[in-house]
Nanobody
Framework: QVQLAESGGGLVQAGGSLRLSCAAS??????????MAWYRQAPGNERKMVAT???????NYADSVKGRFTISRDNAENTVYLQMNNLKPEDTADYYC???????????WGQGTRVTVSS
C-alpha cells in the first residue's frame, strides 16, 4: 500500500515562493513509484495537473506554471517536491500529490495541502 503525505502549504504574498513536499510511505514490499505528480484544485474548479515527473526524470508542466514551478524527486526517499516561485493569486488552490506505482497503476492521492497567495 502507498500512502502520500503533503506538507509545505501556507499563505504567501504574490511574488513569493513556497516549496511543497510529498513523502510516500510504502507499507510492505518493493514498489516502483514510476510517476509522481502534483495536481491542484481551486474552489469551484476541477482538479488539474500542475507537474509530473517519471522515475527516470522526465517532466511535464502545465502551461500556467512553466518557468515558475519546478518538480523534483528523491527516489531513494520516495519523495517529490514542488518548488513554486513568483506565485500569483491564481495559484491559490489545494495542492495534491499523486503517485502511480507498481502497487496501484490507477494511482494514489494525498490529502492535499492548501496554498493561498494574497495580492
Amino acid at each position: 500500500q502507498v500512502q502520500l503525505a503533503e506538507s509545505g502549504g501556507g499563505l504567501v504574498q504574490a511574488g513569493g515562493s513556497l516549496r511543497l513536499s510529498c513523502a510516500a510511505s510504502i507499507s510492505r514490499g518493493v514498489v516502483n513509484l514510476y510517476l509522481m505528480a502534483w495536481y491542484r484544485q481551486a474552489p469551484g474548479n476541477e482538479r488539474k495537473m500542475v507537474a509530473t515527473m517519471t522515475i527516470g526524470g522526465s517532466t511535464n508542466y502545465a502551461d500556467s506554471v512553466k518557468g515558475r514551478f519546478t518538480i523534483s524527486r528523491d527516489n531513494a526517499e520516495n519523495t517529490v517536491y514542488l518548488q513554486m516561485n513568483n506565485l500569483k493569486p491564481e495559484d491559490t488552490a489545494d495542492y495534491y500529490c499523486f503517485a502511480r506505482s507498481t502497487w496501484n497503476a490507477v494511482g494514489d492521492w494525498g490529502q492535499g495541502t492548501r496554498v493561498t497567495v494574497s495580492s
